[in-house]
C-alpha cells in the first residue's frame, strides 16, 4: 500500500503497522487523516479492529480485502460497521500499478468524508412489513441510481423505504467484482422489493432492484418485442468497455442508456460519492425530459457526485436521505388521467 500512494504528491504516507496493536499506537503519535486496513491481520482482525477504533477514534477507514467470498462479506460488514470504502487486494489480472491511481482517489476522498455518519450513523433500514401501500405506479416508470463512497448504507435505507409493488430500480454503485453479488443479497433482505446482481438480459420490472455487477457497465435496451404504447419493457446489457472516471460499473454509462432510449420515462438520481460520474449523464436525462434527485450535503459521507450534478444545475430535488424515499414515490405514482 505504501508503494500504491507514494506516487501521489498530495498524499504523505505518515506511518506503517505490523498489527492493530502497533496500529494504535501509531494513530495516537502521528494523527493521520485516513487509515487503511486490511480485515486479515494478525494478532487481531481487521473488522475488530475497525470496531474499537469507530467506538473510541472515529476516522475515515479504507478497508482492503481479498476477492473471495469470504473476503467480500467481511468487506460488507466493515461498511457497516463505518468503514468508508472497500477495495480489492491486486490479483494477478490487477496490479499494484493500476492499485495506485484508485487507491490514491479513495484516500482523498475519504479524507474530507463525514465522520459523523459512519459507524451506524446512516438512518436504518426499515422493516418490510411497514412498507404496504395502496399507491397504483406509473407503469412506463423506472428509476436509476448512481452511488458511490458511503453509498451501500444509504442504498439500503432507501431500498427498505420503499414498497413492494414500486418501479423497477436499476443501480450502478462503484464497487468492486463479487463484493455486487454479496451486497445485492444483503440489500435483498432489507426491504420488501427483491434485489439481485444484474445478469445480461434481466427484465427491469416492478418490484425488483438490479445492481450492477462490479467490473462490468450496466445499460438499458428496450426490448421491443414486448413494449407497447402503455408500457415500455427494459432489458439490461452488460460490456466489460474501458472504465469510465477510473470506475467499471460508471454512473454516466448507465444514465447515457436510458437517455437513448426514453428519457421522460425515467428518475435519476445520484447519492453519496466521490468524483463527478453521472452529473453528465443526469443532465442528458434532465434535458430529455427525466425528473432528477441528488442528496444533499448534510446526508452524504462524501459529497462529490452529488455536488457535481448540483453545480450543472440539472437537480429537481435536493433532499436529505430520510426524504428521498418519499420524493421518489411521490415522482412515481400514477398521474391524473393514467390507468394501471
Not at 73 to 85: H, I, N, P, S, W
Not at 286 to 315: H, N, R, W, Y
Amino acid at each position: 500500500m505504501v508503494v500504491a500512494l507514494g506516487h501521489d504528491s498530495q498524499i504523505e504516507v505518515v506511518g506503517t503497522a505490523i498489527d492493530p496493536y502497533n496500529a494504535r499506537e501509531k494513530i495516537l503519535a502521528l494523527k493521520p487523516d485516513v487509515l487503511t486496513l486490511d480485515v486479515d491481520m494478525p494478532r487481531m482482525d481487521g473488522i475488530t479492529f475497525l470496531k474499537i477504533l469507530m467506538k473510541h477514534h472515529p476516522m475515515p477507514i479504507i478497508v482492503i480485502s481479498a476477492l473471495t467470498t469470504a473476503g467480500s462479506e467481511k468487506a460488507l460488514e466493515a461498511l457497516q460497521e463505518g468503514a468508508v470504502d472497500v477495495l480489492a487486494k491486486p490479483t494477478g489480472s490487477w496490479s499494484i500499478g493500476e492499485l495506485s491511481e484508485v487507491l490514491a482517489e479513495k484516500v482523498k476522498a475519504a479524507a474530507s468524508a463525514n465522520i459523523r455518519l459512519l459507524g451506524g450513523n446512516i438512518p436504518a433500514a426499515g422493516s418490510p412489513a411497514q412498507m404496504a401501500t395502496s399507491h397504483a405506479f406509473d407503469p412506463r416508470k423506472v428509476v436509476l441510481i448512481g452511488v458511490s463512497t458511503g453509498g451501500t448504507e444509504a442504498l439500503k435505507y432507501l431500498v427498505s423505504r420503499l414498497p413492494a409493488n414500486f418501479p423497477g430500480i436499476c443501480v450502478a454503485q462503484h464497487i468492486p467484482a463479487q463484493f455486487s453479488k454479496k451486497f445485492a443479497e444483503r440489500l435483498n433482505k432489507v426491504g420488501s422489493m427483491r434485489a439481485q446482481e444484474a445478469a445480461d438480459g434481466d427484465r427491469v420490472k416492478p418490484s425488483l432492484v438490479l445492481v450492477a455487477p462490479g467490473d462490468f457497465h450496466m445499460l438499458l435496451q428496450r426490448d421491443m418485442d414486448h413494449s407497447s404504447r402503455e408500457t415500455r419493457d427494459w432489458l439490461v446489457r452488460l460490456k466489460q468497455g474501458p472504465p469510465v472516471w477510473h470506475q467499471r460499473p460508471a454512473v454516466d454509462v448507465l444514465f447515457n442508456s436510458a437517455v437513448t432510449q426514453a428519457g421522460a420515462d425515467f428518475v435519476g438520481v445520484i447519492l453519496t460519492g466521490m468524483g463527478r460520474d453521472g452529473a453528465e449523464g443526469m443532465r442528458r436525462l434532465k434535458q430529455k425530459g427525466a425528473s432528477t434527485i441528488a442528496q444533499d450535503e448534510e446526508s452524504c459521507v462524501v459529497f462529490g457526485m452529488p455536488k457535481a450534478a448540483i453545480d450543472l444545475g440539472v437537480v429537481d430535488h435536493i433532499v436529505p436521505l430520510k426524504k428521498i424515499p418519499q420524493v421518489l414515490i411521490e415522482l412515481a405514482k400514477l398521474s391524473h388521467g393514467k390507468t394501471a
